[in-house]
């Protein structure tokens, strides 16, 4: 069975940095792209920028780009999404989600989503 | 950049009409175009993709239609349990990107 597991919930204050992570399980953690997704309390879904575990491969949407750094370890099977310093306007949920390849090009497996919270 | 752009932005309905969102992107996307469905406190879920496929386990009263620039989801019986938020999403292969619309909530009349 394919799961996207994701770290739990984050208090943060203005300022500090933060790395989430989203461990894979039930497939070939390096043959899929692995993506980010924002949402803003009571908004939609914006995407965030995506990651090949494979080589590393890592691109990001233009609205994100310098504001957040994708990694992954294919190690341990694990993605991750951080940021050096955070704001308030970091305030979301954050999921990790499986791209589906490109014959299909959509995300078919996402994790629960880890909240992240930023409060001073 | 490709915008989506979904209509109507709620939509009241009661259970057994059939319904129908749209989601219009602001150049041709091929059938590079997804669906999901999210309820309340939960991840978004998987239903359409590449315009028409059904995903497996979801069940035959969604389907998906269109290519280019216009799409359509319809459920054709509305049941309790589609109450929720619906999105749209378009694949650019060409620059990588994924691009959602900003949702449609399904409500009950």
């Known amino acids: 069975e394919v799961q996207l597991v994701q770290s739990g919930a984050e208090v943060k204050k203005p300022g500090e940095s933060l790395k989430i992570s989203c461990k894979g399980s039930g497939y070939s953690f390096t043959s899929y792209w692995i993506g980010w997704v924002r949402q803003m309390p009571g908004k939609g879904l914006e995407w965030m920028g995506i990651i090949y575990p494979g080589d590393s491969d890592t691109r990001y949407s233009p609205s994100f780009q310098g504001q957040v750094t994708i990694s992954a370890d294919k190690s341990i099977s694990t993605a991750y999404l951080q940021w050096s310093s955070l704001k308030a306007s970091d305030t979301a949920m954050y999921y990790c989600?499986?791209?589906?390849?490109?014959?299909?090009?959509?995300?078919?497996?996402w994790g629960q989503g880890t909240l992240v919270t930023v409060s001073s | 950049d490709i915008q989506m752009t979904q209509s109507p932005s709620t939509l009241s309905a009661s259970v057994g009409d059939r319904v129908t969102i749209t989601c219009r992107a602001s150049?041709?996307?091929?059938?590079?175009l997804a669906w999901y469905q999210q309820k309340p406190g939960k991840a978004p879920k998987l239903l359409i993709y590449k315009a028409s496929s059904l995903e497996s386990g979801v069940p035959s009263r969604f389907s998906g239609s269109g290519s280019g620039t216009e799409f359509t989801l319809t459920i054709s019986s509305l049941q309790p349990d589609d109450f929720a938020t619906y999105y749209c999403?378009?694949?650019?292969?060409?620059?990588?990107?994924?691009?959602f619309g900003q949702g449609t909530k399904v409500e009950i009349k």
């Open positions: 150049q041709s996307i091929s059938s590079w």
């Open positions: 999403q378009q694949y650019n292969s060409y620059g990588t990107t994924w691009t």
């Open positions: 989600v499986r791209h589906a390849g490109y014959s299909y090009g959509c995300f078919d497996y």
